[in-house]
Each structure stands twice: as C-alpha cells, then as structure tokens.
C-alpha cells in the first residue's frame, strides 16, 4: 500500500478514535467528488484522451491489423470479443478486446477452480490457445480499446472496468465511487500490484487513484505502464 495511503488510514483512524467518525466519513466521498469533478478530470483529461486515443490508433492501425488477421484464421470469427462492463456514474458500456480463447470456451469442462473471474487468468485454463497467451501477456488483446477511449467511454488512465456481476454481488460499500472517473486502459492497481488478486479486492488503489486524479499522476502511471506491460500479465 502506498505510503500516502497508509498515513491517510492512520489520520481517519485518529479522528474516528477521538469521537470525529461521521466527519471523516463525510470527507473521503467530498475529497472524491472533488477530484473527479476538477477541470482536469471534466475538460483537460478527456481532450487528452481524445487525441491520444486518436493517435495510438494510427500508430497500431498495421500491428491490429495483423493480429485481427491471426485470431481469424487461429481463433475463427468474431475476431472481437465484447463485453458489458460498467463506467463513469455506474453507467454500462461494451468493452472491446481481442478474442484469446476458443468460442466455445462456455461449454468446454474446465479442471481448475470455476469461478470465471478467477479460471480465465490461470495459465492452466484449458479454453486459453497459443496466440491468446502471447496477446494476454503482452496487453495487445486490450489494443481495440483504444476504440472505447475514443467515443468517450474509457480513458487512457483510469480504474479498469468491472463486470456488472461483480459490481452488484461483490463490492463493498463505497467502493462503488471509483466510477466517479471514467474506466481507464491502465491504472494504478496495474502498475502497482499487476495481478495481485481481483480487482474488487484491491479497490483501495483505484479509490486512491479518484482522490489524487491529475496530470502529474496520470502522466506518472503511463511512464509505469510499459513496465508492468512486460511483467506478469494475469490482471483484468
């Protein structure tokens, strides 16, 4: 956990012990509202993510091209795989990714635990093939959503989107304000504990992410991503 994470716990938890509970309770959503309705986050950030977003596409027009290509004559068609995830304010959006496991991997048995948001990050998932394992590792299966940040969906910074079942079974209270900012490629969870158990479980770096948003510590993060990129690949 990060150091300002820890002395932040340590003040809550002072002033709860001197009688000040429902103000430090009233504090953190404020400090989070605040952040994600700054003109960073409202009008710097989404220009940002526009032109981006824009860019990265020309830039990765051929190696997408390519791998469009692969997944169809290895994985078959569709070569996209789409998904609701939820986003800014709660709201469902379709997410889009390379296609990494074979289409009818619902039906096919599986010998490891049977929990799909656990089974499809272990190595030993039966319905992952060759190419989906290079594309997971390397963070190419995410590449279409560069898409999802240009029509306004995502950002290229951001907490990852979560699955709708997750959000109504699983979080815990409060947990659901890391959609005060929109869903991002990259965050810090990624850079800072890649992999480290479910998402949900580890919403204390996304809910540190809304409270501190800006360009220093999206900039921070994206010069982090490449790292991680080339790290352990079993996060979301």
Wanted: aromatic letters at 4%.
């Amino acid at each position: 956990m990060p150091k300002n994470m820890v002395m932040m716990r340590q003040l809550d938890e002072a002033a709860l012990d001197a009688g000040h509970g429902s103000a430090v309770v009233a504090l953190l959503p404020m400090r989070r509202v605040a952040a994600a309705r700054s003109m960073y986050t409202q009008t710097v950030k989404p220009g940002c993510d526009c032109v981006a977003a824009a860019g990265a596409l020309v830039v990765a027009a051929i190696p997408m091209a390519v791998i469009s290509v692969t997944v169809a004559v290895y994985l078959g068609r569709p070569v996209l795989f789409r998904q609701t995830r939820i986003g800014l304010n709660g709201v469902p959006f379709e997410v889009l990714k390379f296609r990494t496991m074979r289409p009818d991997r619902r039906g096919q048995r599986l010998d490891v635990i049977h929990d799909r948001r656990e089974t499809h990050k272990s190595d030993k998932d039966p319905r992952h093939t060759r190419v989906g394992r290079f594309l997971r590792r390397y963070s190419l299966d995410e590449l279409p959503q560069l898409i999802n940040v240009l029509r306004g969906e995502m950002s290229l910074v951001g907490p990852r989107p979560e699955l709708a079942s997750v959000v109504s079974e699983s979080y815990r209270p409060g947990l659901d304000q890391r959609h005060l900012v929109k869903p991002g490629l990259t965050g810090l969870w990624q850079v800072s504990a890649r992999g480290d158990g479910p998402m949900h479980e580890n919403g204390e770096w996304d809910l540190d992410y809304v409270e501190r948003v800006s360009v220093r510590t999206d900039l921070a993060i994206l010069a982090k991503t490449p790292a991680a990129m080339l790290g352990d690949r079993t996060g979301a």
